[in-house]
C-alpha cells in the first residue's frame, strides 16, 4: 500500500482511483462493509482502491483536550487498510486551514483536480467541510457535474441490533466489555507499542512483565485481562502467546501514568524494546489494593488460572476474519 500525505501533484499511477473517504478509527466491520462496497466498484473499472483519512483525527483537533481516545493510531489503521487490500491511503493533514475548507472546495480541489476520482464512496452520515456542510447529496450533485460517481453506504448493524460504530466499541472498552468491541470490529481489539523498561519489580514477584505505554490509545477499563501477544518484527508471521495483562495504575505501586503490563505463559527471552502486539480477549477483574505482597502473589496466580480458561474459551483471531 503506497501512503501519501498530500492530494496534490500525485503520479499518475496514483490518480483515477475509487475513493473511500472516513476517519476509519478501528477500522471495524461497518468500515469494512464500506471498504468492499468500493472494491466492487474498483474491479470493473479497472481502478485501485484507494482511501482517504485525516490526521490528526478531526475531534483531537477540535476538541484537544479531550482524554485519549482512539481505537487505531495512525500506524496501527495504515497496516490494517494495508491487510484489508487498500492500494492507496491518502492521509491529509487536518490543520487550521483545512478544517475551514469550503465543502465545495474540498471537491473540487482535492478530489477532482488533486485525485482525479473515478469514484467517491461514504458511509451514510459523512460530513465534510467548514462547519460540515458538504454531505452525500453535495458530493452526487458534484459528481454529475465534474464525472465521477458517488455511493453513499447505508446504515449497516450486527445480528445484535447495534450498529457499527467507533463510538459504541469505545464505550464496550471503557466498561470492561471487550468481547462486545471484538463483535463489532470483528476481531480482538488491539494495544501496540514499544516495550519499555520497567521498575523490574515484577521480576521480584515471578511475574516480569512487558511494560508499553498507552500513548494515543483509548483508555480501556482499568484491571486485568486474558490477553494474547506477539512480537512484531514487521515481517514474517505473527507467534501468539497466550498471557495476563493489567491496565491501569497499579494500586499497590501508584505509578505516575496507566501501563499496559503484560506477563506471556510459558515464555522466556528479552522483550525489551521489541514491539508488542497485545490483544485483550477477556477482562477478569478491577484494578485492586492488597495488604501485602503475599495477598497479591496469590491473586496474580488465581489470574492467571482464569486468564488460561478464558482463552481456551476463545480462539486465535485474525485481522480479516470476523468473530
Known amino acids: 500500500m503506497q501512503i501519501f500525505r498530500h492530494h496534490y501533484e500525485l503520479p499518475p499511477a496514483a490518480r483515477g482511483s475509487v475513493v473511500a473517504i472516513g476517519n476509519f478509527d ?98 451514510y452520515d459523512f460530513c465534510f467541510g467548514r462547519k460540515r456542510a458538504g454531505n452525500a447529496d453535495m458530493l452526487l450533485a458534484f459528481g454529475r457535474q465534474h464525472d465521477f460517481g458517488v455511493t453513499a453506504v447505508a446504515k449497516a448493524t450486527a445480528p445484535s441490533g447495534l450498529i457499527f460504530s467507533s463510538s459504541t466499541i469505545r464505550d464496550h472498552l471503557r466498561a470492561g466489555r471487550p468481547r462486545d468491541a471484538a463483535a463489532l470490529l470483528g476481531r480482538d481489539w488491539e494495544i501496540e507499542g514499544r516495550v519499555e523498561a520497567g521498575d523490574r519489580r515484577g521480576r521480584t514477584l515471578g511475574y516480569p512483565t512487558a511494560n508499553i505505554e498507552l500513548g494515543e490509545y483509548l483508555r480501556p477499563a482499568f484491571g486485568v485481562y486474558a490477553v494474547r501477544a506477539a512480537i512484531d518484527t514487521g515481517h514474517g508471521p505473527l507467534a501468539w502467546h497466550d498471557g495476563v495483562a493489567n491496565i491501569g495504575i497499579r494500586p499497590m505501586y501508584e505509578s505516575p501514568r496507566p501501563l499496559l503490563e503484560v506477563f506471556l505463559f510459558d515464555f522466556s527471552g528479552d522483550l525489551y524494546g521489541k514491539y508488542l502486539r497485545v490483544a485483550l480477549v477477556e477482562y477478569l477483574r478491577g484494578e485492586a489494593r492488597f495488604d501485602t505482597v503475599e495477598a497479591l502473589i496469590a491473586q496474580m496466580d488465581r489470574d492467571c488460572s482464569d486468564a488460561r480458561a478464558a482463552l481456551e474459551r476463545h480462539p486465535v483471531q485474525t485481522t480479516g476474519t470476523d468473530l
Do not use: C, Y
Open 26 to 123: 478501528g477500522v471495524h466491520r461497518g468500515h469494512r462493509i464500506v471498504l468492499d462496497e468500493a472494491r466492487a466498484i474498483a474491479g470493473p473499472l479497472g481502478a485501485r482502491l484507494a482511501v482517504m483519512s485525516f490526521e490528526p483525527h478531526p475531534r483531537s483537533f477540535f476538541r484537544p483536550d479531550d482524554p485519549p481516545f482512539r481505537l487505531s493510531p495512525f500506524r496501527i489503521r495504515a497496516r490494517l487498510l494495508d491487510e484489508l487490500g487498500v492500494d492507496l491511503h491518502f492521509v491529509l493533514p487536518f490543520d487550521e486551514a483545512f478544517s475551514k475548507q469550503p465543502a465545495e472546495d474540498f471537491i473540487t480541489e482535492v478530489l477532482v483536480k488533486g485525485l482525479g476520482v473515478q469514484h467517491v464512496v461514504v458511509g
